[in-house]
């Protein structure tokens, strides 16, 4: 049986999840977290290590530390959790697309290798993988960004940034490689999981009127009740919409140390001859 544990910070609004057989006690990481504070450039583990704690008290083994995409608004913990636990770090294998216009944008060297390599393994669409006695499918959601996918686990989506909760509405479009109309395409494609379906998703922002955070709902709910893409909304109303939208939305707080780190499957880039990384900050370009 599954066991969904989650871990929410506040600081991003992101949720990170330990998704665990009960069975056999293997379990996959979903979109984890490292504090990071913009002023100093300092990276910490608080987040990361109380998720590690957790899988270390219930004796749980990593098997799979998973990005359901790369992150533009928080910093994954993934190389650092599997340094600390063990398994396997992975993502879509659209990542190559990600890591191409980034690569270009953050002017890489030729060091900064663009075919998905920092990471342990790249699932290609509809691609399943075990979780002790569990399986998992991969199936890729573009629209957000190009290498977004979607993990089906028994009753369970873990949708990353595709869907928010209902009163919130849907992922942005306007990042490098995003699509909006490949966004609505995917989100359809989620909506022909039966309505009974768990839905976690990876953030949070708290829709007005709403006092406490949530990042659990239903296939269902989202259909009859996403103020943004319900079942209703037709492919040209979401686009419109989105695009008008999108159009007002502010670069992301996190957005050029997390994708830089983030493309890196948690590594830090290439030290230079003082032995520190460093993040570059393109001016005029995002």
Request: glycine share 8%; aromatic share 10%; charged share 25%.
């Amino acid at each position: 049986m599954l066991e969904v544990k989650s871990f929410f910070d506040e600081a991003t609004n992101n949720v990170s999840y330990v998704a665990a057989d009960s069975e056999t006690g293997k379990c996959a990481v979903f979109d984890s977290l490292l504090d990071y504070d913009a002023a100093s450039g300092r990276l910490t583990h608080e987040s990361a290590d109380q998720l590690i704690a957790y899988v270390k008290e219930n004796k749980l083994d990593v098997e799979w530390i998973i990005d359901t995409h790369v992150h533009a608004d928080h910093i994954t913990g993934a190389h650092y959790i599997k340094e600390q636990t063990g398994g396997k770090t992975a993502i879509g294998s659209n990542i190559t697309e990600v890591q191409k216009v980034f690569g270009k944008i953050f002017n890489e060297s030729q060091t900064f290798h663009t075919d998905g390599s920092q990471f342990d393994h790249l699932f290609n669409d509809d691609e399943t993988y075990k979780i002790g006695s569990l399986t998992g499918r991969a199936i890729h959601t573009p629209g957000h960004t190009s290498a977004c996918m979607v993990h089906h686990i028994e009753d369970a989506l873990f949708v990353g940034d595709t869907l928010f909760m209902p009163d919130f509405g849907t992922a942005r479009c306007d990042f490098p490689g995003g699509d909006v109309s490949r966004l609505y395409k995917s989100i359809q494609k989620i909506y022909e999981f039966p309505d009974e379906t768990r839905m976690f998703l990876c953030h949070d922002y708290k829709a007005p009127g709403r006092d406490e955070f949530a990042w659990e709902t239903t296939v269902g709910e989202q259909k009859r009740s996403n103020v943004q893409a319900n079942e209703n909304v037709s492919e040209e109303e979401f686009t419109a919409m989105r695009k008008a939208r999108d159009e007002k939305l502010g670069t992301p707080r996190l957005m050029v140390p997390s994708v830089q780190i983030n493309m890196r499957a948690g590594g830090l880039p290439e030290p230079e001859a003082n032995g520190a990384s460093y993040i570059k900050v393109p001016l005029n370009i995002l």
